[in-house]
């Protein structure tokens, strides 16, 4: 099973930006389908961005809260999945989560379905 570790997180101010950064060892990342999810006390954790792994064509799904905003993205030689936040709003504020799925295509926005996570790195977007 895949191992995966966060960074990047950290105290930002409305308006900035931040990258995450998810390291992945013991499996190669391409080959899962991968998400960006957050999570605030005493809520569900919540999609942020998946991205498809590369046997199903790569593509990109977002949450509509942050479509525009947001970008993931792999860098295969260094078996990582990055997400860029731009226009960081206080409403971003949670601890954000990475991971890694095999799972059908039609599942790739279900937490559930994630066989692997991070630790988790938290967020503050201060206004």
């Known amino acids: 099973q895949v191992q995966l570790v966060e960074s990047g997180g950290g105290l930002a101010q409305a308006g900035d930006s931040l990258t995450l950064s998810c390291v992945g060892s013991?499996?190669?990342?391409?080959?899962?389908?991968m998400g960006w999810f957050r999570q605030a006390p005493g809520k569900e954790r919540e999609l942020v961005a998946v991205?498809?792994?590369?046997?199903?064509?790569?593509?990109?799904k977002y949450a509509a809260s942050v479509k525009g905003r947001f970008t993931i993205a792999r860098d295969n030689a260094k078996n990582t999945v990055y997400l860029r936040m731009n226009s960081l709003k206080p409403e971003d504020t949670d601890v954000y989560y990475c991971?890694?799925?095999?799972?059908?295509?039609?599942?790739?926005?279900?937490?559930?379905?994630?066989?692997?996570w991070g630790q988790g790195t938290q967020v503050t977007v201060s206004s």
């Open positions: 013991g499996g190669t990342l391409s080959r899962y389908h």
């Open positions: 991205i498809r792994r590369s046997g199903s064509g790569g593509g990109t």
């Open positions: 991971a890694a799925g095999s799972q059908a295509l039609s599942a790739v926005t279900w937490a559930r379905m994630y066989a692997s």
